[in-house]
């Protein structure tokens, strides 16, 4: 069997990955709270450990593997959006603002991950179906000795976990120092965080024995792991902003409530998304919601080619040049398969996809297997695409389920996207000429502050069935769905 060595965040080190159970590899990621769009920092864990979900599939059984990861329905990040909105005018009471503002969240979400070619996990639980047994933890805690009521809130006293901060290498000491708490009398130390807390009348609340109030963030994780995978399971991951002190928090309260299990074997991080070489942020007009590409016109699969070309423990930079390369990589791979001996139809591409002879190339296991090296096993499939340009028939055939392992080309429409008529026609037309000529208007029109020329030569690219992409730095003309070659001609 193919040994996967993941980066472990709790050692720090590379490890050799050894499941709990064979038969029942059970991986935990933390989902997004749903109250607006998932930016491009929300989306690079979700490719991220969709990559890692497809290996363990590939190496253990899809029917042998558990990937849970969940939504955050219930957040005062969520209420604030919905008080916005009422007071927008939106007359309907707060929690039905909120069970519809999280209902059409989730939808985008998912609609956004699908596009990036993201398979949905096994479970995806809403933290508003496990109160049950949010409080049940809490009660536990309580009972132990490690949490306490005070006020409506239950907090939990992070000095009776002696191991406290090893995950972030922080003492108790260090941090009090250096973070920003939230000092509150009812607190014993400055650094005890809320389990539960107290509700409004017009706030989501439950019942509880501290009575009608919701759950603090972090104990949501750990009771929904608990109660789809066990106390104790193989991977636990999510970005690097969540391992203080989300992740710190739940390591603390999950060995607390059931110290006879170690809570998550192997932790993975992924570094931040930067934009242009900057941090992404509204401020400076660099923050880009997954949806605010695709309506750009870049496809998800483009999307996803650019976060997989970085290894997931580095910073990765979205830039448009980026994506234009990404966008002609899988150009080129589409139609290398397409020109190939496989003569894929709608009817016999499903049976491509099984066949023993179209499995993924060893190399690109290999690259995958060693802490997820998606750049190398991009650079292992590059090979795979000049032997496969050589005539070389096992090449061509692994290209296929290469690609597929790494999320690319799981239906004929993709590769027919990328390497069908519109590929042939960036060839034939001069998209590339046409480009630059709209490009030399522009700038002639930010010196002389007339912009017809760039506005007519705009409308007749529209008019021909041109999809038309302008940066501050750049622009781009690509053939769309109603392209007409015609009127291109007399564009000449």
């Not at 750009?296 to 423990?313: A, C, D, K, N």
């Not at 061509?396 to 069908?420: C, P, V």
């Amino acid at each position: 069997m193919t040994e996967i060595r993941l980066h472990n965040s709790r050692t720090r080190r590379k490890e050799p990955f050894a499941p709990i159970d064979a038969e029942n590899v059970r991986m935990y990621v933390c989902g997004p709270t749903v109250y607006d769009r998932a930016h491009l920092g929300n989306a690079r864990p979700v490719v991220v450990f969709d990559v890692l979900y497809r290996l363990l599939r590939h190496v253990y059984g899809e029917a042998h593997v558990t990937y849970v990861r969940n939504f955050t329905d219930v957040d005062d990040k969520i209420n604030a959006r919905a008080r916005a909105m009422q007071e927008a005018g939106d007359a309907r009471s707060l929690n039905d603002i909120i069970r519809a503002l999280t209902d059409e969240t989730i939808d985008w979400y998912h609609a956004d991950m699908d596009a990036l070619g993201a398979l949905r996990p096994d479970h995806e639980p809403r933290a508003t179906e496990f109160i049950v047994q949010m409080v049940a933890m809490i009660e536990g805690l309580i009972a132990k000795g490690h949490a306490y009521a005070a006020e409506g809130h239950v907090l939990f006293d992070v000095r009776s976990y002696p191991d406290y901060g090893k995950l972030s290498g922080r003492s108790v000491d260090d941090m009090i120092a250096g973070a920003r708490v939230e000092v509150a009398p009812y607190k014993r130390d400055p650094m005890d965080f809320v389990l539960w807390k107290p509700s409004s009348a017009e706030e989501p609340g439950w019942d509880s024995p501290w009575g009608r109030g919701r759950p603090g963030w972090h104990i949501e994780c750990s009771a929904m792991s608990h109660e789809l995978l066990g106390p104790a399971f193989d991977i636990h991951g999510g970005g690097i902003d969540l391992q203080f002190p989300h992740h710190e928090n739940e390591i603390a309260q999950s060995c607390c409530a059931h110290p006879e299990a170690d809570f998550a074997n192997f932790w993975l991080h992924n570094e931040m998304v930067q934009v242009e070489g900057k941090k992404m942020s509204k401020s400076l007009g660099n923050f880009f919601t997954v949806r605010d590409l695709l309506d750009q016109g870049w496809p998800g699969e483009v999307i996803r080619f650019v976060m997989l070309s970085t290894h997931y423990r580095k910073p990765m930079d979205w830039t448009e040049e980026k994506a234009r390369e990404a966008s002609e990589k899988l150009r080129s791979y589409a139609r290398v398969l397409l020109t190939s001996h496989l003569s894929f139809t709608e009817s016999n591409f499903a049976l491509y996809r099984k066949h023993e002879a179209y499995k993924p190339d060893s190399s690109v296991v290999a690259a995958l297997s060693d802490d997820l090296n998606s750049h190398l096993a991009i650079t292992h499939v590059d090979a795979l695409v000049k032997r496969a340009k050589a005539g070389d028939t096992l090449a061509t055939n692994s290209l296929l389920g290469s690609l597929m392992l790494l999320g690319f080309f799981e239906d004929l429409a993709s590769i027919a996207r990328f390497g069908g008529p519109e590929a042939t026609l960036m060839d034939e037309y001069p998209f590339e000429e046409l480009a630059s000529r709209l490009s030399l208007l522009r700038k002639g029109a930010m010196q002389n502050k007339d912009f017809t020329a760039v506005d007519d030569l705009k409308r007749a690219l529209l008019e021909a069935g041109v999809e038309v992409r302008m940066s501050k730095t750049d622009v781009s003309l690509s053939p769309g769905p109603n392209f007409d070659p015609a009127k291109l001609e007399e564009l000449k």
